[in-house]
């Protein structure tokens, strides 16, 4: 389907991240054995999971914690390697072209974890620089980004100074400093008030219409209701239901939904 | 510069500002070498000058009250001085937890930098934090041994301690950096610096000569790298001071001081000289540095 956004026209068919029966498992300390009721020394995070995102949409991750949510867009973005299965991120393997992936993607925290001295001018143009953003175009994305979400007037107060919503929108403008195809978040607006939930759940229907391809976690029905073009719901580690939000919901709401598919793997009424 | 070669600049600058802008943490980086000048100026000082000129008057000589508090004067700041080259990079390897403890190692990583540059920045913020400060204390040394009145040092003095400080101190960052690399928690590296910043003193003989100490820890202190550190600090900045003793009162006497004072070690029956300080410090350095770069190879294995 042909999409005509501000930012110009865009196949929304286009596949852009591919995930293959990706699996991961974890080793446990005694500790967390305790924690979980399991005298089992591994944990399968990740099961086989396989799921497609597409150009100018956005993909939601539902599932409860421990789900394997977090550890699926680990790898998507490389901080882990999958034991089995691949991932493929433009085209690029996780696996064999992990560079290339992270030129491809932002991957975003809910919040920003840097010092308090730095200036979000200072941020913004050391990740660029990280990046590999040349100078003049990294100044232009500076200024057309700053002026759009209102960091410009605020560029060179310090982080510590900022308020909680103006130091979010600095995060997520630092996190497309590179103009990446595939923006990454994981639980976007976990621990947020309502006004920074806002700025960040505006932040991502905004990408999408730049066309961007948005990946996100949560486990928050309504954020799903609101956001997500598709969704994948996921329970211990493997996709329960995978589709377009009118496919998987039939009518339901997403909530209903998901409790129905919780209920027929787990067999345990919530 | 390559990708990889301007992202290790970059990582290396910022993790040095970040160093030292947090000024209570430079502060605390130097308390071990300002300890060992407080003690000396309360009571250290006086203890040793008069002891010392208590076993020149024994040995039958009068006066070298100036030659004795020369020599005094260069021993604790030839200590405070080794102190500040293990103390101040083990204080700026705290932005490598801070950084572990909060989550931003993640958010350097997804960079499309090769994942050798993130520990590589850590190790050169290190050893650029240890140079630049331990710069700064030497120079105080100078003007405080100028001041006093008793610069008896060379040339060849000055570059020797320009030398040691080098040499110290990227043997002391390799070393902390891969020591460090296995710490996750602020509180426990807050433990390590809090127990190294109180006893590094002592084991170096800055706070007293090491011969004062039992043989046991004597024999220990010689499988310590900053005892080296300290024995050619020791040696470029005493040396002056102890040719001054040797001319004008006794030579037996500045030749047992030598030993005292650990200008020269006995290790094991072989005496350790300024070459094999040198040599020792060197290895130290080059083989901590490949068990970082063994260990970041393994990290990176590990996480694949």
Same mark, same amino acid.
């Given at each position: 389907m042909q999409t005509e956004t501000p930012f110009g026209d865009f196949t929304q068919s286009e596949e852009v991240v591919r995930?293959?029966?990706l699996r991961k498992t974890f080793t446990l300390s005694r500790k967390q054995q305790r924690l979980e009721h399991t005298s089992f020394p591994r944990k399968v995070a990740v099961d086989g999971l396989s799921f497609s995102a597409?150009?100018?949409?956005?993909?939601?991750?539902? #599932?409860?914690?421990?789900? #394997?949510?977090?550890?699926?867009?680990?790898? =998507? /973005?490389?901080? &882990? /390697?999958?034991? /089995? #299965?691949?991932?493929?991120?433009?085209g690029h393997s996780v696996r064999r072209a992990p560079h290339k992936?992270?030129?491809? &993607? #932002? $991957?975003?925290?809910?919040?920003?974890?840097l010092e308090g001295f730095f200036t979000p001018s200072y941020l913004f143009d050391f990740f660029g620089a990280m990046h590999g953003v040349e100078k003049g175009v990294l100044a232009a994305r500076k200024e057309e980004l700053f002026a759009r979400f209102g960091i410009d007037r605020f560029a060179e107060v310090k982080v510590k100074d900022l308020s909680t919503g103006m130091l979010q929108k600095v995060s997520l403008v630092i996190s497309i400093v590179h103009d990446p195809a595939v923006v990454i978040f994981d639980e976007p607006t976990n621990g947020l008030d309502v006004l920074t939930a806002k700025v960040v759940t505006d932040f991502l229907a905004e990408l999408k219409n730049m066309g961007k391809s948005i990946l996100l976690s949560t486990h928050i029905f309504s954020l799903v209701e609101k956001l997500c073009d598709r969704v994948g719901i996921i329970i211990d580690g493997k996709m329960a239901a995978d589709g377009t939000l009118a496919d998987i919901c039939g009518g339901m709401s997403i909530?209903?939904?998901f409790f129905e598919v919780y209920r027929s793997i787990k067999g345990e009424t919530v | 510069m390559s990708g990889n070669g301007y992202a290790l600049r970059l990582l290396t600058r910022r993790n040095l500002k970040i160093f030292l802008k947090d000024k209570a943490n430079v502060f605390f980086s130097l308390l071990?070498?300002?300890?060992?000048?407080?003690?000396? !100026?309360? $009571?250290?000082g006086r203890i040793q000058e008069d002891?010392?000129?208590?076993?020149?008057?024994?040995?039958?000589?009068?006066?070298?009250a100036e030659e004795i508090s020369a020599f005094c004067d260069s021993w604790m700041l030839a200590g405070s001085m080794s102190c500040a080259c293990i103390t101040v990079p083990l204080c700026a390897c705290g932005t490598m937890i801070q950084d572990k403890a909060r989550g931003i190692c993640a958010d350097l990583l997804i960079s499309p930098v090769s994942k050798w540059v993130t520990p590589a920045a850590?190790? =050169?913020? +290190? !050893?650029?934090? @240890?140079?630049? &400060?331990?710069?700064?204390?030497?120079? +105080?040394?100078? +003007?405080? =041994?100028?001041? /006093?009145? &008793?610069?008896?040092?060379?040339?060849?003095?000055v570059f020797g301690c320009i030398g040691a400080l080098l040499l110290s101190v990227v043997a002391s960052s390799a070393l902390?950096?891969?020591?460090? @690399?296995?710490?996750?928690s602020q509180g426990a590296f807050t433990a390590l610096n809090i127990i190294l910043g109180t006893v590094v003193g002592f084991l170096i003989g800055a706070y007293m000569p090491i011969s004062y100490f039992p043989d046991a820890i004597q024999k220990l202190t010689f499988f310590i790298p900053g005892s080296y550190t300290a024995g050619l600090f020791r040696n470029f900045m005493m040396r002056g001071a102890l040719d001054g003793i040797a001319e004008r009162l006794s030579p037996v006497f500045a030749e047992s001081l030598k030993e005292e004072f650990s200008l020269t070690f006995d290790f094991f029956g072989a005496e350790v000289g300024i070459p094999a300080m040198f040599v020792v410090l060197a290895c130290t350095a080059g083989l901590f540095a490949g068990l970082n770069v063994l260990t970041a190879f393994l990290r990176g294995r590990a996480k694949s």
């Open positions: 995930a293959e029966d597409y150009r100018g949409e956005i993909y939601g991750l539902l #599932g409860p914690n421990g789900a #394997g949510k977090t550890t699926t867009l680990r790898m =998507l /973005s490389t901080l &882990i /390697s999958p034991d /089995s #299965g691949d991932a493929f991120v433009c992936v992270r030129d491809a &993607i #932002g $991957f975003m925290t809910s919040e920003l974890k909530e209903e939904r | 071990a070498p300002l300890i060992v000048l407080a003690l000396y !100026v309360l $009571f250290l002891g010392l000129l208590a076993a020149l008057e024994g040995m039958g000589e009068t006066g070298g850590y190790f =050169l913020s +290190v !050893v650029a934090a @240890g140079l630049a &400060i331990g710069a700064i204390v030497l120079g +105080v040394c100078f +003007v405080w =041994l100028a001041a /006093s009145g &008793i610069w008896l040092l060379s040339i060849s003095d902390l950096v891969f020591v460090v @690399g296995f710490f996750r």
